[in-house]
């Protein structure tokens, strides 16, 4: 870590009870073979304050990007796949740390050697039993391979993003409303009347023709890939993208689902139209207007924005949803995932005010960490807007030799 660590002699002792979950995912941090466009694509990734960026440019963010997010989610390794598997995300959000190291050299910020090495000395993911081990971070560097003034100088920049953003949104306010709206979306509870419009029942209408199902496949090839593998007489097969025709189906089943919640959510939206004109222009009440349609009504028992709501799925859409209306308003269509709910609350859970005075600061926090993320997503899309990338996220490593 920095000179002084890298010139210590430590014993090269493997940890497996710790890599072996670590290394899968640090293996990854690799560009690949990255070069320069070939003679059919462009030369550059795209301009930035009129300047071109090279691809070696993005080859180096993009790494920067891979190690920043297993550093954050590598103890999830489900979400960290996620982000890693998905191309377009990961090219996107490589564009995005090009225009933000752009933006914190015309800011001059800089980052000590002693802040590198605190994050590094800090960081779970080189520590044993609360101490940084220096055994597990050479060899997880080693294994990457990834050498380690190289890491450092990502370690750096990243340092310097986070000080940028935290310049951008340093001021930052909220008002006592913002932090008890907060604090009620996390802890009231609702019983709903509610009618569901599931998305099963509109699987047999989401029709998918073969040419959007190749669509899909040209545009996430790396969702297919297929890893090589040791077979029983000892040979190893090879790896790489399975054929359409194999995934087809898979494909198909995926694409149907996302019509069919397509198809449930707009129609809760025809049904939601005749239900406001009942209640408002006759007087029926909810349930009249419900069995007027010969839909189903039903109710749920006092849930919270955590939990698991029975035939619906993740509670978060509903209590999101129902903290912003009035007593007997009737909710818009909610898309959830598996299908489309339309409610009116039935009873409120009133959040504990006593309680919420002793929690206020630590949701005020939450509060203005909200409205800054809002305010640094606002400063990114215009960043964007001013300078394109000319390369296609969803595939950008065909632009390599």
Known sequence: MLKVFRNKNVTKMVLWAILILILPAFVLWGTGNIGRSGPKGPTYAGMIDGRKVSFDQFGHALVGVKCQ???????????????????????KMTWDRLLMEREAKKARITVSNDEVVKFVKTHPIFNRNGQFDTRIYDYVLQRVPIDPRSFEEIVRESITLQKLNDSMAKDVAVTDEEVFEIYRRENEKFKLSYVVFAADAFIDKAAVDDAVMKDYYESHKSEFTIPARTLEDGTVSEGGVAKFEDVKD???GFLAAVEARKLALK?????????????????????????AQNLKKLETPFFSRTEYVEGIGEAFPLTDAAVKLKPGE????????????????????????????????????????????????????????????????????????
Not at 267 to 288: Q, R
Not at 349 to 377: C, G, H, N, V
């Open 69 to 91: 997010v297993i550093l954050n989610f590598f103890n999830q390794p489900k979400v960290l796949d996620e982000f890693l598997s998905n191309k377009e995300l990961m090219g």
């Open 250 to 252: 898979n494909i198909k």
């Open 267 to 291: 129609a809760a939206g025809e049904s939601y139209d005749k239900l406001k004109g009942s209640i408002s222009k006759d007087g029926a009440t909810f349930e009249a207007a419900v069995e």
């Open 330 to 401: 009737i909710s818009p269509p909610v898309e959830t995932r598996r299908g489309a709910v339309i409610f009116k609350v039935a009873e409120v859970q009133k959040s504990d005010e006593e309680k919420f005075k002793k929690e206020k600061e630590e949701y005020a926090k939450k509060a203005r960490e909200t409205k800054k993320i809002a305010i640094l997503e606002k400063w990114l899309r215009q960043l964007e807007l001013a300078n394109r990338a000319i390369i296609d996220f969803r595939d950008y490593e065909k632009y390599y030799r």
